[in-house]
């Protein structure tokens, strides 16, 4: 590649920083409110680590959002198939799940992330072309396709494993929390922390350094001028998809983990999450994606201890809070 | 012609379905007087014209909304709650109706001056959140809800089934039951009627261009939003008004009567399998729809027997009656693809579809 | 001389407008071909329906006698056509090396290739590294025809790059077609400003009302003043 050293460079424009600093803001806000700085620390590890996992569901539907104009309704489907593939890993290995060892509990945990990923993965490759292909740039149709969709997969998970709930019990090592003074840090939203800012990292790392990840944000601006240069930008849109899928699973996986149980609703439980969280971040934006992951978990974790009764709508007035200040998310992609 | 505001089904299968479902409405305390017709045909009435406010929506601006139950909900549990607080009397439906209507439009005020302004995917999206929003907190609130069990209340004496004005009309009693049915039954055909004058009024039409192109409409000087949050009102009135006659047939409101997002895929599949934008769908759709549901279900449960006893993998787990709407998504996702017109559209022999 | 682009009886239709009604012209090899004609002719239309932007509803498009009018756009560019839109559509959150990353599909961007380019362009140097969408207007035109011509390009098709642009610009773009044409590219351009287009072209199509109703050799108009005057002071009085 060709390295010019840039003789000039304009005026940078101001970042516009104070979205980012906003969860870190509002984790300083609550400290005098919680009080105790003990469960303070507990709350915001906790948010961080729901928020991480929030992130790595929502942030496949958000890029595919901007790429293609296509939302997902079915988006939450992928997160409750992640889950039940997860379980075929899992509960037959249930001997190494239980095992007293990191390495064993790793070495099944592994490949049922992977299974997860790969098995929504390549469901988002039927849902592409099956539901969204055929009705693309039409968005009532595309809304509607893509519910359906969600109705069809959520009743198929039923008829497959029955309508019961599937305890998922995590793995022996990452049980517990390291204990610290007073404070008490649950093993596994470390690891979910852990998880989390690989995925952001490694999705900003391929949108900034690679040429796929050029594409994707050129395509996101501007559609028909990357066709123009002769790409095939609905290839690109279906890797984008399975790969947003495949997050899905795995933040579904996560998701099951944290709760230790497995049930089809969750698809559709965490759909409204995911919605808020990237109406919130503006859609089609990563880094808006994922301080709204933050926010929304923040504000679920503080809001639940501090005013039991108002974490039922927190989000709801999260959102409102957040598009009355900017009425098109944190960071609105440019194109729309 | 005129009570059809000038917007005749135009098609003479399509009149003849429609006149025949008519009918038998009108005539089920007649000829089916058993608790389960009634029951099935109370739904169908007061579905048709849920569904027919939706397509208000759906079919004829384009928006989709995922809040629509929130204000059947609404009216549900405005009359349950006035009925258990105040007693059946007159004045308790009259004060349910009074809090419960203006409630509903309000919030869609709300909602629609907060999010008509951006695309109807968002709008779609931010209603999905309100909704869900609102039915854990109608859970939750169990003093003035009842929470997860609901509420459950008296009718004024007019209106029990013990009240009999006629004990043997050729071997049917006509009682309070059979009065509430027909309060049911006129409430909602108005209610359709009404909606069917507005689609075809100068208002309508303002609609119907929002949806073809709403920057055009706003160029020629239409304000859309508030085009579009009138409309939303008007529909948010009229699903709260469905979800009044509901509680009234049940006796009762709860979560998943009224405002479970189940009912809101229900009314999706209604409004698509009868064909967006007609009006007239909503009545085909909720009437197959829920005739289906009551009666197909049942054969569901005899072939899902069957091929448990003929041993046939997974096929009784796909089969089984709760699997139900598995095969409705199926149908779904078929029709919006191959017959987005739905049944009406299919009928007046329209092969182009209308959005 | 063999033509590079023929175009027979291509009509082309958007929603409800039919915008080109039968256009028949062909683009010789190694030629600077001009398309004038008044706002709304269908000039823009022309080089959508070539570039498979919006596919014809009629009539068939060949390029060097391959057939493309039912190609998708992405494959008619890997055929070697360049296009720059009205609109220039630099990608406004990649810097100008990121753009041309994009532009440059075969392989790695070739140094000397980008050095004849900073030839003329010497702000696309410049600002390497600066996000495009942070340039003037006539260095984000200069980074979108840099684009299409950072890799060697059969064909240009090019709409009406010195619109709203100052003068000193302009003439650096006259300069640099000319460049470009000596290194053996055809280029289609759209042009309204008679001016410019008597400097750079060598044949001259006019359009109007989606059809071409005339085709010669640019000096041949350049000299001929009533003719132009019939064909193209029909423009200045439309746009007036």
Known sequence: ?336 | MIILSGDPPRSRALSILLIAIIVALAAVPFLFPGAKAMNVASKICIFAALVASYDLLLGYTGTVSFAHTMFYGIGSYAIAIALYGMGPSWAAIAVGIAVGLPLAALLALGIGLFSLRVEAIFFAMITLAVASAFLVLASQLSWLTGGEDGRSFQLPELLRPGTVFVKDFFGVSINGRTLTYYIVFFASAAMILGLLRVVNSPFGRVLQAVRENRFRAEALGYRTVFHLTYANCLAAVVAASAGVLNAMWLRYAGPDTSLSFAIMLDILLMVVIGGMGTMYGAVIGAAVFILAQNYLQALMGVASNAAAEAGLPLLPGLLHPDRWLLWLGLLFVASVYFFPTGIVGRLRGVTRPKS | MTDLLKLSGVHTNIGRYHILQGVNFAVAEGKTTMLLGRNGAGKTTTLRTIMGLWPPSRGQIALAGQRIEQMATPDIAQLGVGYVPESMAVFADLTVKENLILAARDGPLDTARLEWIFGFFPALRKFWLSRAGLLSGGQKQMLSIARAIVEPRKLLLIDEPTKGLAPAIIGSLIECFAEIKRRGATILLVEQNFHVAQMIGDAVLVMDNGMIVHRGEMAALADDTPMQERLLGLSLEAHQ
């Open chain 1, 1 to 336: 590649m060709t390295d010019l050293a840039a003789t000039d460079a304009l005026p940078k424009p101001p970042r516009d920083l104070l979205p980012v600093f906003l969860p870190a803001i509002l984790a300083v806000a609550m400290l005098p409110l919680v009080g105790s700085g003990s469960s303070w620390v507990t709350l915001t590890v906790a948010s961080l680590a729901m928020g991480m996992m929030i992130f790595i569901m929502a942030s496949g539907l958000t890029l595919v959002f901007g790429l293609m104009d296509v939302l997902n309704f079915g988006h939450g489907a992928f997160i409750a198939v992640g889950a039940y593939v997860a379980t075929l890993v899992l509960l037959p290995l249930a001997g190494w799940v239980q095992a007293d060892s990191l390495w064993l509990n790793l070495a099944v945990l592994a490949p049922a992330a992977l299974a997860a990923m790969a098995v929504s993965g390549a469901l988002g490759l039927v849902v592409e072309r099956v539901l969204i292909l055929p009705v693309y740039g039409q968005h009532l149709k595309q809304i509607l396709m893509t519910t359906g969709g969600l109705i069809v997969a959520e009743q198929a998970l039923y008829a497959l494993w029955g309508p019961q709930i599937i305890p998922l019990p995590l793995p022996t090592s990452l049980r517990g929390s390291f204990i610290i003074g007073d404070i008490a840090i649950a093993k596994y939203r470390l690891l979910a922390m852990l998880v989390g800012l690989v995925v952001f990292a490694g999705i900003q790392l391929v949108l900034a350094r690679t040429k796929i990840g050029l594409l994707i944000r050129a395509g996101v601006e501007n559609r028909e001028m990357v066709e123009a240069l002769g790409y095939h930008i609905k290839r690109l849109f279906l890797g984008v998809f399975m790969v947003g899928s495949g997050l899905a699973g795995l933040g579904g996986i996560m998701w099951a983990l944290y709760r230790e149980q497995v049930h089809a609703s969750m698809g559709n439980d965490l759909t409204v999450l995911v919605f808020i969280v990237v109406i919130i971040g503006g859609l089609g934006s990563i880094g808006g994606c994922f301080i709204g992951a933050l926010l929304v978990a923040m504000v679920a974790n503080y809001g639940g201890f501090l005013v039991p009764k108002l974490a039922l709508v927190s989000n709801i007035l999260l959102m409102v809070a957040i598009l009355m200040w900017r009425p098109r998310g944190l960071y609105a992609v440019t194109s729309r």
